[in-house]
Structure formats: structure tokens, C-alpha cells
């Protein structure tokens, strides 16, 4: 069942894959991930969350060219693949679900 | 802080980590410059990270389950079976029948051996849980030690179960890609 079974990190491992495009590796999710929520992240749980969905189908990946910068270590990129999107929306959908009539008591406002 | 010391540090804890991530997780190291106490906190934080894992599939602890049941059978059931058989040169003649019956005379042995292969060879954990499979061929050799008849023994069934977990695992007939074996 798309959608179904995604975690917390999971959700936001996907959208911080999607944000970054070309540029998805671990550290850059991790980052992007403790910007934008102010959560902190350790790096284990997002190795581990990447290659689950990588397992799920969710993700695709693929390593990068070495670089000096790295010591000469390439990097593992990610993309989300379509299933990925589909079980992101779904996942999405089901929040804003749930979110509907809350507005007022959550001081939330879903983007038009 | 070098990267000579980046990959010391971690290097050291890398067969913790499946080997198909093993060179992203040093180019990140080595990308955001950490100090050398913060590379050696991070690199065994993603290890016991990645050795968890598999536990959170409610079917591979079940199958992990499985894995300990079938290698603590072997580790009574061949001792039992043995019984009381001991070594006695004069009973047998030819060198394959006396060290068959020196290897049944400390049943240990081949009960540790039997426990190892099935740990490594049983296919009901997916090739990238290999975690399961260490910790439980870990966890069997200290079994295997406890119950041995003293120390030399002892160690001889913990040897002989981690080798024969590797020899399984390496045997089995399943997908490559994952398989975690340090050689």
C-alpha cells in the first residue's frame, strides 16, 4: 500500500531528497533535514532511513565520482523514484486528512 | 585533522558497517573535517546504527529467533547424542576412524560446527541482515564456551561456530550485493 509504513524520518528523509535534487547524499539530507525542522538528527539513524527506503524502492542511488575533498571516497547520491513519490503523497494526503478542521486549533494554515 | 587519521580511526570500526556504505561514510568523515574523538563517536554511532536495523523488521526477529533456536538445538542435542562416547585409539584402526571418533568424543565440537553452519546457511534472513547472523553466531560461541568442558574446548566450539557461520554464509546461494563478509 503506497504510503503505508512510512516513519517520521522516513517522510522527512524523502522531502529533504526531493528538495535537494542532485545533491542528495547523507550529509546534505541530515543537513537540510536539521535546517529546515530544527530537529537533531544523528547520522546513523539517517545512513540507516536512506538505505531502508533505497530497500523499499523508494529511493534510487548511485555513487559519484571520487574527490580530493573526500580523501579520495566517492559519495552514494539519492533520487526519489517514482513508488517514492507516490508513497510520499499518499503519506501526505493522509495528514492533511487528518489536518482538516484543525486549522484554527493548531494555528496552522495549509499553503493554497 | 588529517585524513591519515580519519581512516585510522574509522577504519577500525568499518566491519560494522555494511561494506557497500563503508566508503561513503569515510568520504563524509573526511568532507566534514571532524576532530579525531568526533570521528571515532560518529563512526560507532552509524555502527551500532546499521547493527540494529535489521531488529526493526518484525519478520527477521522472528527469523533471528529462529537462528538461535535451531544453533541452541544442535548445542544440546549433539552433546546428548554423544552421550558418554570417549576416545579409546586401541578401538579403532585406520587414521579417518580414529579421528572420527576423537571428533565425537568431544561432541562439543561438532555441535558448535553444526550450530555455525546453520547460522550462516539458513536463508530465512534476507543477505543484508547479516548483522543477525553475527550476533547470533557471537552469542552461540558463548554459549558453546560455557557448556564446553573447560577452557581449551570451550574455545575450540567458539572458534569452531564463528568459523562456520562465516563458511555458511559464505556458501549460501543468495544475493551477493549485501553480503558483508570482510575478506
Known amino acids: ?112 | 585533522m588529517e585524513g591519515t587519521s580519519v581512516s585510522q580511526v574509522a577504519r577500525l570500526l568499518m566491519p560494522l558497517v555494511p561494506r557497500e556504505h563503508r566508503d561513503g561514510l569515510l568520504g563524509d568523515l573526511t568532507e566534514e573535517e571532524l576532530p579525531t574523538a568526533r570521528v571515532a563517536v560518529e563512526t560507532l554511532g552509524v555502527a551500532l546504527w546499521w547493527q540494529l536495523e535489521p531488529y526493526r523488521d518484525r519478520s527477521i526477529r522472528l527469523a533471528s529467533l529462529l537462528l538461535w533456536a535451531v544453533g541452541l538445538t544442535w548445542l544440546r542435542l549433539v552433546p546428548a547424542a554423544a552421550g558418554d562416547a570417549a576416545f579409546d585409539p586401541t578401538l579403532y584402526t585406520g587414521p579417518i576412524a580414529m579421528a572420527a571418533a576423537f571428533f565425537w568424543s568431544v561432541p562439543i565440537v561438532p555441535a558448535a560446527i553444526a550450530a555455525g553452519l546453520s547460522v550462516g546457511r539458513l536463508t530465512v534472513v534476507p543477505a543484508w541482515a547479516w548483522a543477525v547472523r553475527l550476533h547470533a553466531a557471537l552469542g552461540l560461541a558463548a554459549v558453546g564456551y560455557a557448556t564446553a568442558n573447560g577452557a581449551a574446548l570451550g574455545l575450540a566450539a567458539a572458534g569452531c561456530t564463528v568459523g562456520a557461520a562465516w563458511f555458511g554464509d559464505r556458501a549460501r546461494p543468495d544475493d551477493d550485493e549485501h553480503r558483508n563478509v570482510t575478506t
Open chain 1, 1 to 112: 500500500m503506497a504510503g503505508g509504513g512510512l516513519g517520521d524520518l522516513e517522510k522527512l528523509a524523502l522531502l529533504a531528497v526531493m528538495r535537494l535534487g542532485e545533491g542528495a547524499y547523507a550529509v546534505s539530507v541530515r543537513r537540510e533535514i536539521e535546517e529546515r525542522t530544527g530537529r537533531v538528527v544523528s547520522r546513523g539513524a539517517v545512513y540507516t532511513t536512506l538505505d531502508r527506503l533505497r530497500r523499499k524502492g523508494y529511493l534510487g542511488s548511485a555513487m559519484s565520482e571520487p574527490t580530493p575533498e573526500r580523501g579520495g571516497k566517492a559519495k552514494r547520491i539519492f533520487w526519489v523514484t517514482a513508488p517514492g513519490v507516490a508513497s510520499l503523497q499518499s503519506a501526505l494526503d493522509g495528514i492533511s486528512s487528518l489536518l482538516d478542521g484543525l486549522e484554527d486549533q493548531l494555528a496552522w494554515k495549509a499553503r493554497a
